[in-house]
Every structure is written in structure tokens, then in C-alpha cells.
């Protein structure tokens, strides 16, 4: 392993550190993440099928964002 490993392991690190600061601080305000309208919810008897179709979409432009961001500024 090199030194750009290590400084990628550390980066995710603290990605993932201040992700779970956000929801463990902020998750009363962030009930509307996983509700969204397209998010797909099936409830029959017992069963419960859920598929969070829009919010994957709206994470995953999210986290794009970021990284071009990081990208542009590193």
C-alpha cells in the first residue's frame, strides 16, 4: 500500500464520522429523507416492501456534487 491510500482511508473516515454527526444531531429534522414522493411503499398484512427509489436518486447526485466538488478543489 502507498501514502494516497492511507490519505483516502482517512478522508472516507472522516466522511463517514461527520455523516453520523448529521443524523445523530439533526435527525428530527430530516424525516422527510426516505418519504419522498416516488419512493415506493407496498404494506399488505405483515408484509412491508419498500424500494426508496427518489431518495437514492437525490443521494446519489448528492454525493456526485461532493466529489466533483472535492475533485475541482484538490
Known sequence: ???????????GG????????LIYFFWNKLTWL???PGDIR???????IYFPVVTM????????LLI???KRLF
Request: hydrophobic share 50%; net charge positive.
Open 1 to 11: 500500500m502507498n501514502q494516497n491510500v492511507g490519505k483516502y482511508l482517512i478522508i
Open 14 to 21: 472522516l466522511g463517514i464520522f461527520l455523516v453520523g454527526i
Open 34 to 36: 426516505g418519504r419522498l
Open 42 to 48: 407496498i404494506e399488505k398484512g405483515q408484509t412491508k
Open 57 to 64: 436518486i437525490v443521494v446519489s447526485l448528492v454525493l456526485n
Open 68 to 70: 466533483y466538488l472535492a
